[in-house]
């Protein structure tokens, strides 16, 4: 999960495992559907970023969630 410091305004990334799971880095040459190889070739690459920052400053009309308070809520909504 990926959010920013409110304090400093420094992205951070936060892993809270609800399963066991193994991360095993898989060859761009064993992708073979052209679409799944595009997708990770461009993860691969730059991949997504933003400046949350930034984003937050330009458009103070929302009212921002953090990605962590929204899911906590959600998951506590489906218990």
């Known amino acids: ?7 400093s305004g420094v992205p951070h990334f936060e892993s809270r ?3 066991e799971a193994e991360h095993e880095r898989v060859p761009l040459s064993a992708v ?3 679409d799944m190889h595009a997708k990770w070739a461009f993860f691969n690459r730059e991949g997504y970023s933003v400046d949350i920052p930034a984003l ?9 969630t953090r990605y962590a308070d929204w899911a906590g ?3 506590t909504a489906a218990r």
Request: hydrophobic residues 35%; negative net charge.
């Open 73 to 75: 809520r959600a998951w």
């Open 56 to 64: 937050h400053r330009d458009h103070p009309e929302i009212g921002w």
């Open 17 to 19: 495992a609800l399963i």
């Open 32 to 34: 073979s559907n052209p």
């Open 1 to 7: 999960m990926a959010g920013t410091d409110q304090t």
